[in-house]
Each structure stands twice: as structure tokens, then as C-alpha cells.
T-cell receptor, first 108, second 116 residues
């Protein structure tokens, strides 16, 4: 099955800083999603982005499918951005494989 | 739209007992997924349904695990003869499905299982 790797595993930011999270996947994908898991465990979908670029407020994501990677950009970070960010990828439109996540801590 | 709900939120059981979890998806969603998440790991796919049909099961889903989605609405996940290794967060997600290629998954809050 598809392998998903995320980097960095841990990230500490000062409030207001920008960051880039990376997701590498081992095969072509028709389904790639970014999620944020808050400190209470709730997974929130951020982007559905098997290719191209999307933006939502301070967050944006870019997937370069031909090179098998996706990037999540967080600008002007806030303490509420803390948590774990997961990338999930799949060759089909249904089943996805999650990476091990990037744990982000934003300090005031 | 009340989101995906799961019950119970927490379950503590003794080894060898059977447990059942329930997931209520977003009402118009055709696809329903079950995942398991252990500490420090990403969610692992267990199974998924398209309406009432169970279309794929992971090798992680041993014969002690069974999932159903009668009438294509809510789903149940049962674990028989629980083992300590079954302790985890069990997550349910749903998606619209259909012919759209944009199939965002929406997750419930999860059921945390502790097997003593």
C-alpha cells in the first residue's frame, strides 16, 4: 500500500511565526487530505487537495502530484494552531493512509 | 448538520468482554469509515461502507472485529473477547461519496477504549 511520511515530527513556534509542513507519498494519489487534530483529539479536515494549491485564511496547501509531495503552510501562527497535523493519502477516492503527523506547539 | 457522533465516548472493559460502539454519520453521507488510533500514531484504516455494503476491510480487522451498517445509516463496530492490545481510540468518519471526486472525510470525536 501507499506509504506516507511527514516532516518535521515536532515543531515549536513563537506566536506570529510562519511554518511549512511536508508530506511525501510513495505512489500516485487521487485523494490527499490534510487534517488538524486538536489537543482534545478531534480531527478537523483542512484541505482536500490531490493536486494544485488551495488557501483558507492563514492556511494554504500545495500538492505537486508528479513529485509526490504536499506542503501545508501556516502563516502568522496562533496558539490555537497547536496540535497534530496529519496528511492522509490514497490511490483511490475512498481509503486513505495517514502519516505519523507533525506535532506543532505555538507558544505565546 | 450536527456532524458525526459516536457513542460511548469512553469505554472501560475487562479483558475477554465484548464491546460495541456506535457511529452516526452526517445524514446525507453515503460513505462511512472506521479507524483506530493509538498514542503517537496516525489513524489506521479498519473498514469502510458505501451505503450498507462493506467494501473493504483492513488486515488489522481480525475475526474478533465486526462492523455493520444496516440500512446505510448508523454503523456499529463490535469487538469480541477484547484484549489489552485493543486499547485505542476508535474513530468514525463519513463522506458524501457519490460521483464527486472530492470526497472530504469528516470525523467524529471518537470512542476511547481501555481494556484492563
Amino acid at each position: 500500500g501507499i506509504q506516507v511520511e511527514q516532516s518535521p515530527p515536532d515543531l515549536i513556534l513563537q506566536e506570529g511565526a510562519n511554518s511549512t509542513l511536508r508530506c511525501n507519498f510513495s505512489d500516485s494519489v487521487n485523494n490527499l487530505q490534510w487534517f488538524h487534530q486538536n489537543p482534545w483529539g478531534q480531527l478537523i479536515n483542512l484541505f482536500y487537495i490531490p493536486s494544485g494549491t488551495k488557501q483558507n485564511g492563514r492556511l494554504s496547501a500545495t500538492t505537486v502530484a508528479t513529485e509526490r509531495y504536499s506542503l501545508l503552510y501556516i502563516s502568522s501562527s496562533q496558539t490555537t494552531d497547536s496540535g497534530v497535523y496529519f496528511c492522509a493519502a490514497g490511490g483511490g477516492y475512498q481509503k486513505v493512509t495517514f502519516g505519523t503527523g507533525t506535532k506543532l506547539q505555538v507558544i505565546p | 448538520d450536527t456532524g458525526v457522533s459516536q457513542n460511548p465516548r469512553h469505554k472501560i472493559t475487562k479483558r475477554g468482554q465484548n464491546v460495541t460502539f456506535r457511529c452516526d454519520p452526517i445524514s446525507e453521507h453515503n460513505r462511512l469509515y472506521w479507524y483506530r488510533q493509538t498514542l503517537g500514531q496516525g489513524p489506521e484504516f479498519l473498514t469502510y461502507f458505501q451505503n450498507e455494503a462493506q467494501l473493504e476491510k483492513s488486515r488489522l480487522l481480525s475475526d474478533r472485529f465486526s462492523a455493520e451498517r444496516p440500512k446505510g445509516s448508523f454503523s456499529t463496530l463490535e469487538i469480541q473477547r477484547t484484549e489489552q492490545g485493543d486499547s485505542a481510540m476508535y474513530l468514525c468518519a463519513s463522506s458524501l461519496g457519490g460521483i464527486s471526486s472530492t470526497d472530504t472525510q469528516y470525523f467524529g470525536p471518537g470512542t476511547r477504549l481501555t481494556v484492563l
